[in-house]
């Protein structure tokens, strides 16, 4: 069974900083690896999707990788804003109809 | 553009009483899915349903029934509601024609007392 970490559970950072979010998956047959994003009391936004035969999508500020032999997708945010605090969740596409989800990284920029 | 709509935001039910939660979603997309999300567990897939008329279980199935009458919208029900059923429920979209994006509603709070 496909399961999903995230790491850390909670991240608070300056304004400003470079910061990197980790996500790891237990089994690389995946199809794609999705990133979303959610503030408090609202649903998910997509922020980037990589296909399995990709190794990394870029935008804005934001570059996410994707190693499948390893297991593991980084998000990386560059100099952070208070506008990107929210919760980072990632979720592998096993199939098209079967995303399994991480539990989140919730992120806090300081001003 | 409103995307994916959910209805209602809020409700609150006894144990035992029954509702239904819409979703409708004015993108053409195939797929349709229903997730609950809880503390600490993420989201989890409940239903989905890859066309008009078929639907199929997710990792969470139990207590829950679907229906995809129309392309447009996806019927989430609770025939009768349980407290372990306390979550927030969450709609979903995608399509292959564009990499099963996934687009998400602004999420039903539901609690059971």
């Known amino acids: 069974k496909q399961e999903v970490t995230q790491i850390p559970a909670a991240l608070s950072v300056p304004e400003g900083e470079n910061l990197v979010l980790n996500c790891s998956f237990t089994?690389?047959?995946?199809?794609?690896l999705q990133w979303f994003r959610q503030d408090p009391g609202k649903g998910l936004t997509s922020l980037l999707l990589?296909?399995?035969?990709?190794r990394e999508q870029t935008s804005g500020r934001l570059n996410a990788s994707l190693d499948k032999s390893s297991g593991r997708s980084t998000l990386y945010i560059a100099a952070s804003q208070p506008g990107d605090s929210a919760t980072y969740l990632c979720?592998?596409?096993?199939?098209?109809?079967?995303?399994?989800f991480g539990p989140g990284t919730r992120l806090s920029v300081l001003p | 553009n409103a995307g994916v709509t959910q209805t209602p935001k809020f409700r609150v039910l006894k144990t035992g009483q029954s509702m239904t939660l819409l979703c409708a979603q004015d993108?053409?997309?195939?797929?349709m899915y229903w997730y609950r999300q809880d503390p600490g567990m993420g989201l989890r897939l409940i239903h989905y349903?890859?066309?008009?008329?078929?639907?199929a279980k997710g990792e969470v199935p139990d207590g829950y029934n679907v229906s995809r009458l129309k392309k447009q919208n996806f019927l989430l029900g609770l025939e009768s509601a349980a407290p372990s059923q306390t979550s927030v429920y969450f709609c979903?979209?995608?399509?292959?024609?564009?990499?099963?994006?996934?687009?998400f509603g602004a999420g039903t709070r539901l609690s059971v007392l």
């Open positions: 979720a592998v596409i096993v199939s098209g109809q079967n995303f399994v």
């Open positions: 979903a979209s995608s399509s292959p024609e564009t990499k099963n994006i996934q687009y």
């Open positions: 349903s890859v066309g008009e008329g078929t639907t």
């Open positions: 089994d690389s047959a995946i199809y794609n």
């Open positions: 993108m053409n997309h195939e797929y």
């Open positions: 990589i296909q399995s035969s990709q």
